[in-house]
């Protein structure tokens, strides 16, 4: 029923900036967890970022710092900024919605989910 659409991907030169959009529609009233999450290919899919409804955030150390996660809850949208950008970037990024309850950087935690968007950084 939900659906969410990611944009904003692309190729950037190592320590480029990105930012990522993702629409979100047909969602019902409730709290939820939006949570980023990427996949180089070959390796398991791994947990970026997360925001509450209510704003609280949290990073995987590997890009706490320079990615920031953010959502304008009045569109339905969720952001990440991305600064600072490295070459072990590189991956599909998908964005995900689920329970505030369960608000966490494990994918298992999160079952809607877009089809993504690829961001390439070179160096």
């Known amino acids: 029923q939900v659906q969410l659409v990611e944009s904003g991907g692309g190729s950037v030169q190592a320590g480029g900036s990105l930012r990522l959009s993702c629409l979100a529609s047909?969602?019902?009233?409730?709290?939820?967890?939006m949570g980023w999450f990427r996949q180089a290919p070959g390796k398991e899919r791994e947990g970026v970022a997360y925001?509450?409804?209510?704003?609280?955030?949290m990073y995987t150390d590997s890009v706490e710092g320079r990615f920031t996660i953010s959502q304008d809850s009045a569109k339905d949208t969720l952001y990440l900024q991305m600064s600072s950008l490295k070459p072990e970037d590189t991956g599909m990024y998908y964005c995900?919605?689920?329970?505030?309850?369960?608000?966490?950087?494990?994918?298992?935690?999160?079952?809607?989910w877009g089809q993504g968007t690829q961001v390439t950084v070179s160096s």
């Open positions: 995900a919605l689920g329970p505030d309850a369960y608000c966490t950087l494990s994918p298992l935690d999160f079952g809607a």
């Open positions: 047909r969602l019902s009233s409730g709290t939820y967890c």
């Open positions: 925001i509450t409804r209510l704003g609280t955030t």
